[in-house]
């Protein structure tokens, strides 16, 4: 469940409102209108309108939003301000890649360990971070109250490793695994699937090179 | 432009299958339907008929397709068996780690090198990779041949980037920067929006603590 009336949509598309108004900087007018917003970034003006109406109730007919404010604003709405602690499943390349990656602070998520079956891979060096052993993940998830749980584990472990998240008082699963995960109503499940965006671009690459050849041929 | 009649919701489904396919191993069955597959997933099994018959015309009534066929049929149609090059613009945190994950080899998919702006990132250490200053971009797209460009910049020189990637004859751009970009018609692009997908996660846990709090305090 989201916000009321906020559609998963609008909350994906409040970071490239942000995003935008920050790379502003120095050019940046004291107050911008959806309008603007809208133009620059090539959306519907009325679709920008109504999102911002989600986060914001500061903008005024004309005028806009003052543009600091509505910065402040989509932040706040956002959580950035705020730190969501979560763990992260399974510490293979990408899980350890994930771990690593110091940007999601800036998004107010903050990793706090890992876990993984692999008797290898726990307390590896390589990560100020630590690696545990997957039996001790509801102790940890329950005493520190984390919510957020980042599945990085192969296919076929994905379900698994999802029920001992919910049954760990997880809230909120990140799913990079490329299979659909069944989960209670109350719990929210984001997919990343690179190796879909992946065959996007390699289907399109092969039909676009197919095409010159056949240019070639004929 | 994809191959004809395929969507690009039935290339993202396709390694959804071939994930499971994989995953069923020691127990893989000789035959497998598509309403078997449907079930797994908890999918529609008109539509998985459908996306199947994209990439096998081997499947036969009541039988199903020879799964080790169906396997190799699906990484074929997905192109895992070649190898697409890629370079990546952006030497920051996340395409350090993008370019230094191994497991997009599995998709077919090769990143040569990196290239960025800042001149202190150039040919640091920590990568087996070169980190190369952006005026070999053109040089080094061109001489290899590169048609998948990855953009790990901030937003405000994503579009910039993208423009040189067009005009180095990248035809496909796999973009991790939080805006839209704008590009003549036969490129596609795939965006990546981590941000986004945590603002769902994020809003979706403010939500569910709330009505926690209410129902303490109600």
Chains 1, 2 share one sequence.
Not at 59 to 72: A, E, M, N, W
Not at 135 to 159: H, M, W
Not at 196 to 206: F, G, M, P, T
Request: glycine share 6%; aromatic share 8%; hydrophobic share 40%.
């Amino acid at each position: 469940m989201l916000t009321p009336g906020i559609s998963k949509q609008t909350l994906r598309r409040l970071p490239f409102y942000l995003s935008y108004l920050k790379s502003l900087r120095k050019d940046m007018p004291d107050f911008i209108s959806a309008t603007a917003i809208a133009d620059a970034l090539k959306l519907n003006q009325v679709q920008v309108r109504k999102d911002l109406a989600f986060v914001s109730s500061s903008g005024r007919p004309k005028v806009g939003y003052r543009t600091q404010d509505l910065i402040s604003e989509i932040e706040s709405f956002l959580g950035y301000n705020e730190t969501d602690n979560a763990i992260i499943v399974g510490a293979g390349r990408l899980g350890k890649a994930l771990m690593n990656y110091e940007g999601f602070k800036e998004y107010g998520l903050n990793i706090l360990a890992a876990f993984d079956t692999n008797a290898d891979l726990v307390n590896t060096e390589g990560s100020d971070k630590p690696i545990m052993p997957m039996n001790k993940l509801r102790d940890f998830c329950v005493g520190l109250k984390i919510r957020i749980g980042i599945i990085t584990v192969p296919s076929e472990y994905a379900q698994d490793v999802c029920d001992a998240l919910v049954g760990s008082g997880v809230l909120a699963i990140w799913n990079f695994a490329p299979v659909h995960l069944r989960v209670p109503e109350y719990i929210i499940v984001q997919n990343e699937n690179m190796a879909s965006s992946l065959a996007v671009l390699s289907n399109h690459l092969n039909q676009k090179l197919s095409d010159k050849n056949i240019l070639k041929v004929g």
